[in-house]
């Protein structure tokens, strides 16, 4: 979905690195998620966030931080990037006027070596 | 924790309909069906979601049974892009589960 856009699509790094994924919408909501997906296990939350002064952890958020920059921005950071971190991450929208129908970003394939 | 069940695979001839049944036996009054797809890796995408009435869409319709234990997602007129993963989630996006539980889906093959 073009309106929820990832930076970078594709980033390899190695152990130890601090790296931030961006993630950007031009859909106007106001909440916000962060997830990962490995294979076989399906998406699992990371961080997520209903308004711009709302920071919430989700269920593996160890690891990794969050900024919310505005309500259209919304950025990942792994502090110190470890190969378990290796995975597909997703950045996703909502809208309570929407029925919080979440809309994906394309992804981000990360590659800690 | 998984609230649905759903088949791991089916397939369907190009321009017929892809019909693909999922069990929610125990979906609550106010939870919704949701179902999106997954192309190859790409971001998970939306297609419809419901309630208790049938709805339908330009992609698709939802046909919820009168309990509510089951649905069937129908794509009228199945094309080769059609090819996906489909997961079909109970989602009750009015409380604090504000976290869609991706199953295994059911791997729809779309076939010339």
């Known amino acids: 979905d073009a309106d929820v856009t990832q930076t970078p699509r594709n980033r390899i790094t190695k152990t130890g690195k601090r790296i931030m994924l961006e993630c950007s919408q031009t859909k106007g909501h106001d909440r916000m998620y962060w997830y990962r997906q490995d294979p076989g296990l399906g998406l699992r939350l990371i961080y997520y966030s209903f308004d711009v002064k709302d920071i919430n952890k989700g269920e593996i958020s160890d690891g990794y931080s969050v900024s919310r920059q505005a309500q259209a921005k919304f950025s990942l950071s792994l502090e110190s990037a470890i190969p378990n971190q290796t995975a597909l991450y997703f950045c996703?929208?909502?809208?309570?006027?929407?029925?919080?129908?979440?809309?994906f970003g394309p992804g981000t394939r990360l590659l800690v070596l | 924790d998984a609230k649905t069940t759903q088949p791991p695979s089916m397939d369907c001839a190009e321009g017929r309909a892809a019909n693909l049944p999922c069990n929610h036996s125990t979906i609550s009054g106010n939870e919704y069906v949701y179902w999106y797809r997954q192309i190859h890796s790409q971001g998970p995408q939306y297609i419809i979601h419901?309630?208790?009435n049938n709805e339908t869409n330009e992609m698709a319709s939802l046909i919820i049974t009168e309990d509510r234990k089951s649905s069937t997602l129908i794509l009228p007129h199945a094309t080769l892009r059609d090819t996906a993963v489909y997961y079909c989630?109970?989602?009750?996006?009015?409380?604090?589960?504000?976290?869609?539980?991706f199953g295994k889906g059911t791997l729809l093959t779309v076939n010339p």
């Open positions: 419901g309630l208790k």
């Open positions: 996703a929208t909502s809208d309570v006027a929407d029925k919080e129908t979440q809309y």
């Open positions: 989630i109970v989602y009750n996006s009015g409380g604090s589960n504000y976290k869609l539980t």
